[in-house]
């Protein structure tokens, strides 16, 4: 109890953070407040249990602390209720500014159960381990300090925030209605139809005129033994779609996590620019999850680069470990511009579709050997520019920066 292991064969116990918002009418998700809401909310959280057998007399001259380190008690919040099952009974005891909780054993009382939240997902200043310890306390004469007999520790991790792969089934789609995309709307409705999966379309008066709603927030979820539940992760662009995660997604059993990016946010902090691949092998290592794939820049020649506090968050995860891809080439820089995974009856079970400038290129050469050498891009556009191919194969300085890309 006192360490915990990665893995099938590992042990530990495992807190969810509880950052969903099970009372509709609270202001803030249930990580942030220090109440007990709803038998909901109590089912969010993990038991602590908490045996003591022997003597009862024991406790005439001996006190049972239970106690959480400075370190970890703005990470965790304990409520206890004692026997009762009345909620209003149930007392926030640890987490906080509250270090120790002192445990009145009653005669007829062996076991105390206590009911554990995470407040805080891993991240660069948090491992996720959080330790717990009860020390009996022999209490001498007045004025004495007391003195530590026995102490016992049991050790939670904080379950990381699991992104999902697109191979998945889908269980709802969103999309935004803006000014002109009617036809798109329907037709996403209707694939959504056939997939006989839920559609949820954002208006415009909530999405202010913002339809980019992958850029905005990314799906994924949290999982303990005793619960999952679907985590929304908000990206720090902060545009028309700004409040809809909170506003529409957040609720109950659903969940809510941010990160902020102190400096101003670029293209690249939009979750257009975070994919996670479905699960791989690499080198002989087993990544069961898949891996977490963010397109950057290449250090040693500058350029946009994804927000620190989002690289970090993502890193602290552990169990998709990320991989930077070279995006800062496309004038968006998203790696979902360039890459998709789609599932295959066969083999892996998914291909890689890779978007590539010297197919591209080929396929042009093509078509002007077919006499189609002043067909113009962008048809029927307007205000872009619309080169012919012709016009496309002779720019010599396009050229060798897509072979460079390439």
């Avoid at 959480?68 to 008690?73: A, I």
């Avoid at 659903?254 to 620019?273: C, K, M």
């Avoid at 892996?348 to 002007?368: I, N, T, W």
Wanted: charged residues 25%.
């Amino acid at each position: 109890q006192a360490t915990w292991t990665w893995g099938p064969d590992g042990h530990g116990a495992i807190l969810l953070v509880n950052c969903d918002r099970d009372d509709p009418k609270a202001a803030t998700p249930d990580n942030r407040d220090a109440a007990i809401r709803s038998h909901n909310d109590l089912k969010d959280m993990s038991q602590m249990v908490l045996r003591a057998r022997g003597p009862r007399t024991i406790f005439a001259g001996h006190r049972l602390l239970l106690h959480v380190d400075f370190s970890d008690s703005d990470k965790v919040g304990v409520f206890y209720g004692g026997n009762s099952v009345a909620l209003e009974d149930y007392k926030h005891v640890l987490g906080g500014s509250k270090l120790s909780y002192t445990l009145k054993p009653s005669r007829h009382q062996e076991e105390s159960v206590f009911y554990v939240e995470g407040l805080a997902f891993p991240d660069v200043n948090f491992s996720g381990l959080v330790a717990f310890h009860v020390t009996l306390l022999e209490s001498p004469e007045k004025g004495q300090l007391e003195t530590p007999i026995f102490t016992d520790t049991v050790v939670f991790r904080v379950a990381p925030w699991i992104m999902t792969p697109n191979t998945l089934a889908p269980l709802e789609v969103f999309v935004c209605s803006v000014e002109g995309n009617e036809d798109f709307v329907a037709a996403v409705g209707a694939v959504a139809e056939k997939a006989k999966c839920p559609l949820t379309v954002c208006p415009l008066p909530e999405n202010r005129h913002d339809r980019w709603i992958q850029d905005e927030m990314e799906f994924g979820y949290v999982q303990a033994p005793h619960k999952t539940f679907p985590v929304v992760f908000d990206s720090p662009r902060d545009r028309g779609l700004k409040d809809f995660p909170v506003k529409s997604i957040l609720g109950p059993d659903f969940g809510y996590v941010a990160r902020q990016a102190p400096d101003g946010a670029s293209s690249l902090d939009s979750f257009g620019n975070l994919e996670v691949s479905p699960p791989v092998t690499v080198r002989g290592k087993e990544y069961p999850l898949g891996r977490i794939l963010i397109g950057s820049s290449f250090p040693r020649f500058g350029g946009r680069r994804m927000a620190k506090a989002v690289k970090d968050f993502l890193m602290a995860q552990k169990v998709q470990a990320p991989v930077e891809l070279f995006s800062d080439w496309l004038q968006v820089g998203h790696v979902d511009e360039f890459l998709s995974f789609v599932p295959a009856p066969d083999r892996k079970g998914f291909r890689l579709l890779l978007a590539s400038p010297s197919a591209c290129y080929q396929l042009l050469r093509e078509k002007q050997e077919e006499g189609y050498g002043e067909a113009t891009m962008f048809h029927g556009l307007e205000k872009v520019p619309k080169p012919t191919i012709n016009e496309i194969l002779s720019n010599e300085g396009l050229r060798k920066f897509n072979c460079y890309v390439q």
